[in-house]
């Protein structure tokens, strides 16, 4: 899954594709590139990020997911039911929903009602006050998993098929560096406990820099986010979510190859 962010304050490239035609031909780029899914936001969830209107969230991924809906498999990465409703109309097929449908109490049952792809990452609290809610007393990896299991009740009595979700620690949301770390170390196990399959977000998140050199900015993480990639892989992920594809695209090769001759 590769990331087309039309936002002017992303954390990783903000602006760079934050008009349709840029990003349409950056989404395209990255199919060339191998990527299977596209994940098309408007919304920043940096911490800190504030949030923009729904119509402004709308007016910039429509067009976008118009656009590569006819070429390849694409997500709307949002919170609100409303646009996940309007890109779903627009052809996208997966709804990347970082707030687990926290933040919009009708999501849960748009999922239902469409039969979409789900992906219910693991939220605490806004990307303004994420930071300050790592407390997970019976540990991060138990604390998550019996997070997400409340969502999952809550899609289940909405009516969603346990076909339609995927689930996502949400690496770095509400996490601190070691406990992001812990989570993706978790992986395999975080689905055995679910019953469901794992999304990875690690790509070029904060929690990377402790592998990299002091001071690596966002694009200098890449090679870390390829490890990661490989070691999620590995432990039977999903898929990942990524800024840059071929070298993922890689390492998602290397571990299909160790597995297949261990």
């Known amino acids: 899954m590769a990331v087309v962010n039309i936002t002017p304050d992303s954390f990783s490239d903000g602006g760079r594709w934050d008009t349709a035609q ?16 596209i994940d098309v936001g408007g919304e920043s969830t940096r911490p800190g990020a504030q949030r923009v209107d729904a119509a402004t969230e709308a007016a910039r991924v429509l067009p976008v997911i118009r656009e590569l809906a006819e070429q390849t498999v694409v997500s709307v990465d949002t919170t609100r039911a409303a646009t996940a409703e309007a890109a779903l109309e627009a052809g996208a097929s997966i ?23 789900y992906i219910c990452q693991h939220w605490r609290g806004s990307p303004e006050t994420m ?8 540990g991060v990896v138990a604390g998550v998993t019996a997070e997400l299991r409340a969502r999952l009740d809550e899609l289940a009595a909405a009516g969603a098929q346990a076909h339609q979700i995927v689930v996502d620690p949400g690496l770095g949301f509400a996490k601190t560096h070691e406990q992001s770390w812990q989570l993706l170390a978790a992986t395999g196990t975080l689905g055995a406990e679910l019953g469901h399959p ?9 929690f990377l820099s402790l592998a990299c050199d002091e001071g690596a ?10 490890a990661t990639t490989a070691l999620a892989a590995a432990s039977g992920a999903w898929a990942v979510r990524v800024h840059e594809v071929p070298a993922n695209r890689d390492a998602l090769r290397t571990a299909s190859l160790w597995k297949e001759h261990q």
Do not use: C, F, W
Not at 22 to 37: K, P, S
Not at 98 to 104: E, K, N, P, R, T
Not at 198 to 206: E, H, M, P, Q
């Open 22 to 37: 840029a990003a349409v031909a950056h989404g395209r780029d990255l199919v060339a590139q191998g990527a299977d899914i």
């Open 95 to 117: 709804i990347n929903d970082v707030s687990g449908g926290l933040a919009d109490p009708a999501m849960h049952r748009l999922v239902a009602e469409s039969g979409a792809i």
């Open 131 to 138: 930071d300050t809610l790592t407390d997970y007393p019976q």
């Open 198 to 206: 794992v999304l990875i977000g690690a790509s070029r998140k904060r």
């Open 217 to 226: 900015a966002p694009a200098q993480r890449d090679a870390a986010t390829a």
